[in-house]
């Protein structure tokens, strides 16, 4: 089997899955691969995700002319393309409109404070893009400032996208930013989530080392009230050092339990 026809396997598994999840709509959506030989495999347009076949897949050049398969690549192809050009460790991209993650990038609301673990740990924040028109040059650029610290982003009005060293990692974070979305979003119903202090993100954060996490990835955004709350810590803990105690032990087994589900 040729590493063309994995990679193509990968993509509509991947493809099926996201419209099992509903996190596309008629034509919404599109995933591609950055192949060992450096080509891109990339969905076709005008296909829903879950009719895509291997067969459908089109294989393009890093400028998007297309080297094989019948008819157009997705139309956010440009968008892949500028990704791949821009980060040298990505090999995956994925596109989708999950509805409760677009809510928020319709909204206007950014997913960057410390409050979910997993989030913490595997993606940092998620920001919202500027606005630009689906399938053009200027959505592909509204990426740029992001491109660098982000592995997921909300597309203003429109989606989010995820990358990964593979498609299957892209994947998973677009999960993830589907179920944080949720969660957030239930958070936000019964009168706001409660964001982690310093002292709780920054365990997180030294977790990200010890399984791989890449360098370079966007922190949370710490409150200001979490800051002071470290400042009150550090002049003298109000708890009792048993409390402080079973404190870092449920941080503790927390982390080991997010880098668990990152690394499965
Ligand atoms: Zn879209």
Same mark, same amino acid.
């Given at each position: 089997?040729?590493?063309?026809?994995?990679?193509?396997?990968?993509?509509?598994?991947?493809?099926?899955?996201?419209?099992?999840?509903?996190?596309?709509?008629?034509?919404?959506?599109?995933?591609?691969?950055?192949?060992?030989? $450096?080509?891109?495999?990339?969905?076709? !347009?005008?296909?829903?995700?879950?009719?895509?076949?291997?067969?459908?897949?089109?294989?393009?050049?890093?400028?998007?002319?297309?080297?094989?398969?019948?008819?157009?690549?997705?139309?956010?192809?440009?968008?892949?393309?500028?990704?791949?050009?821009?980060?040298?460790?990505?090999?995956?991209?994925?596109?989708?409109?999950?509805?409760?993650?677009? $809510?928020?990038?319709?909204?206007?609301?950014?997913?960057?404070?410390?409050?979910?673990?997993?989030?913490?740990?595997?993606? $940092?924040?998620?920001?919202?893009?500027?606005?630009?028109?689906?399938?053009?040059?200027?959505?592909?650029?509204?990426?740029?400032?992001?491109?660098?610290?982000?592995?997921?982003?909300?597309?203003?009005?429109?989606?989010?996208?995820?990358?990964?060293?593979?498609?299957?990692?892209?994947?998973?974070?677009?999960?993830?930013?589907?179920?944080?979305?949720?969660?957030?979003?239930? !958070?936000?119903?019964?009168?706001?989530?409660?964001?982690?202090?310093?002292?709780?993100?920054?365990?997180?954060?030294?977790?990200?080392?010890?399984?791989?996490?890449?360098?370079?990835?966007?922190?949370?955004?710490?409150?200001? !009230?979490?800051?002071?709350?470290?400042?009150?810590?550090?002049?003298?803990?109000?708890?009792?050092?048993?409390?402080?105690?079973?404190?870092?032990?449920?941080?503790?087994?927390?982390?080991?339990?997010?880098?668990?589900?990152?690394? $499965?």
């Amino acid at each position: 089997m040729s590493a063309l026809h994995e990679v193509k396997r990968a993509i509509v598994d991947v493809c099926r899955k996201i419209d099992a999840r509903e996190y596309v709509g008629g034509r919404d959506g599109n995933v591609s691969v950055l192949a060992s030989n $450096g080509t891109i495999v990339v969905t076709p !347009a005008g296909i829903r995700k879950g009719d895509v076949t291997a067969d459908d897949l089109l294989v393009v050049d890093r400028r998007g002319a297309v080297l094989q398969g019948r008819g157009g690549p997705s139309t956010e192809t440009l968008m892949h393309l500028r990704i791949y050009d821009l980060r040298s460790d990505v090999r995956a991209v994925v596109h989708a409109h999950p509805p409760v993650a677009t $809510g928020f990038a319709a909204a206007g609301v950014e997913m960057n404070e410390c409050i979910l673990p997993e989030v913490i740990v595997g993606l $940092g924040r998620v920001p919202i893009t500027r606005y630009a028109t689906p399938g053009t040059p200027e959505l592909s650029s509204s990426l740029d400032p992001l491109i660098a610290e982000h592995d997921a982003y909300l597309l203003a009005n429109h989606g989010v996208v995820t990358v990964g060293a593979d498609v299957v990692s892209a994947h998973h974070r677009l999960e993830t930013v589907e179920q944080a979305a949720r969660i957030l979003l239930v !958070a936000r119903l019964l009168g706001g989530a409660n964001p982690l202090g310093p002292r709780e993100v920054r365990e997180l954060i030294e977790g990200r080392s010890r399984y791989g996490v890449r360098e370079g990835l966007a922190g949370c955004e710490l409150p200001e !009230a979490g800051a002071e709350r470290e400042d009150t810590e550090a002049a003298g803990p109000s708890a009792p050092p048993s409390t402080r105690a079973a404190e870092d032990e449920l941080v503790e087994r927390i982390v080991g339990q997010v880098l668990e589900r990152l690394r $499965g």
